[in-house]
């Protein structure tokens, strides 16, 4: 029975252990996750804007511009993952690799080769172990994203977009990132980011006509400029997207493992109490057996 109590205070400070370090994890992401959450505020409403400025160019122009001519015939297509560099976080990184696999699936029965580019190390260590190759991986800081990252990535897109995919380039590109809808919900979302679906400014009726615009400088030279700088500004909002979705996915796994560790606790502090009863009246029992012998022997 002593072997068995020790066996149980082990566990039951095990637990407490593991509950100070599930903790600990869960207050770090309640602190970060309000400053993600305003960082995505401030960044939603421009990605925004940019898309539509975009938009409006291109349906108030007669011209056709690499942004928004659909190609006649899409033989690759690139597939950006947001992952995250860290664990203990739920389903986060799981979910949006399940949701890329699926594109995947889609890409491929359309009859397009699929070309990765990954970001942050649970994306990469998931292609790693099944020996896929991937174009280019980013990993660091994905719970804090920077800007200057976005920028290299939208530039390594960018240029992979206006090659021939003859020459290894793409042409279309989907990103694929969580996003943080509330604190208990993070959405797994795919958004084709080139060519650009215009969807601002048009007609309603087929037989209506479109207002007439002036562009100064030109309409191709407003595109070629707005091109990098909305696609650094996409990218920069799902990495703060993803990064808010891995904050709150990590607070809720952190709060259900401490939970847990509160109930592995109560439940082996029950064993123990009942082996330590167990072993008082195992004792109480030889000594009362033991008094009766000395007894029966004086007798």
């Known amino acids: 029975m002593g072997a068995q109590l020790r066996v149980y205070r082990q566990k039951i400070k095990s637990a407490q252990t593991t509950k100070k ?14 400053k993600a959450q305003a960082r995505v505020a401030a960044s939603t409403p421009y990605s925004r804007a940019i898309t539509r400025a975009v938009s409006a160019v291109a349906t108030y122009s007669n011209i056709e511009h690499v942004l928004t001519t659909e190609p ?4 690759r297509a690139a597939v950006v993952i947001f992952a995250s560099d860290r664990g203990l976080a739920g389903a986060f990184s799981s979910q949006v690799l399940r949701e890329a696999e699926q594109l995947t699936e889609l890409l491929r029965s359309q009859g397009k080769d699929v070309v990765y580019y990954l970001v942050g190390r649970k994306a990469l260590a998931y292609f790693s172990f099944r020996r896929r190759v991937s174009e280019r ?6 719970d804090q994203p920077q800007f200057d990252t976005a920028q290299e ?3 390594a897109l960018l240029e992979a977009f206006l090659r021939e995919s003859d020459d ?16 208990v919900t993070q959405v797994p979302e795919v958004v084709r980011l080139l060519p650009l679906e215009v969807v ?4 309603t009726d087929a037989a209506s006509v479109l207002p007439l615009y002036e562009f100064e400088p030109e309409a191709e030279t407003v ?3 707005l091109l990098p700088v909305y696609i650094e500004s996409r990218i920069f909002n799902a990495m703060l997207q993803s990064a808010a979705s891995e904050h709150a ?4 796994a952190m709060k259900s493992a401490s939970d847990n560790a509160d109930k592995l606790i109560k439940d082996f502090t029950r064993l123990s109490n009942n082996a330590r009863q167990t072993e008082i009246t195992q004792q109480i029992s030889e000594i009362v057996g033991g008094a009766d012998a000395l007894s029966s022997a004086k007798n």
């Open 21 to 34: 370090i599930t903790r600990a994890m869960e207050l770090i992401s309640a602190s970060r996750i309000q």
């Open 72 to 75: 006649e015939v899409i033989n």
């Open 137 to 142: 991986s980013w990993t660091g800081a994905t």
């Open 153 to 155: 990535i939208g530039e």
């Open 168 to 183: 290894g380039g793409v042409d279309e590109i989907h990103v694929v990132y969580n996003r943080f809808v509330s604190m």
């Open 200 to 203: 601002e400014g048009e007609a």
């Open 223 to 225: 595109l070629d400029a």
């Open 249 to 252: 996915s990590r607070q809720k």
